[in-house]
């Protein structure tokens, strides 16, 4: 009998871990590096519907009178979907202001940074495909 390493592949089991490691390791030090801001406030832009600027505020007011129309009947569909499309509206307005940037480091971190997660990624490959 034929011993098998990780996958049911041939590649082995201490590649797949180291990989999975590093690739862990790579992915955290990215995701931690980068910096969050968001431009979002009650009077900022959320987004445009044909050159029609869209605010934060302008998205709170269906809102209100759905949540308003659920607490008067409970079973009324239009506040159902003026409360739920406020709500989604919200949160895409949110998600469309942010600002992702990458925080000050050195080049040394960004190249570790950057052969942790794809070192990572080629073990974790060899070791899944077949001898």
């Known amino acids: 009998m034929q011993r098998r390493g990780a996958g049911g592949s041939d590649g082995g089991t201490g590649s797949f871990l180291i990989g999975l490691i590093m690739m862990i390791g790579g992915g955290y030090l990215l995701l931690d590096g980068i910096v969050v801001r968001p431009n979002f406030g009650l009077g900022a832009r959320a987004f445009g519907i044909g050159g029609v600027s869209i605010t934060s505020g302008m998205i709170l007011i269906p809102f209100m009178f759905g949540v308003g129309l659920v607490f008067y009947n409970a079973r009324n569909w239009i506040g159902w979907l003026l409360a739920g499309g406020s709500l989604v ?7 469309a202001n942010m600002t992702l940037q990458l925080d000050r480091m050195s080049a040394f971190d960004l ?21």
């Open 89 to 95: 509206a919200l949160v895409f307005g949110v998600i």
């Open 111 to 131: 190249i570790v940074i950057l052969v942790l997660t794809v070192g990572g990624i080629g073990l974790f490959l060899r070791s899944l495909r077949a001898g």
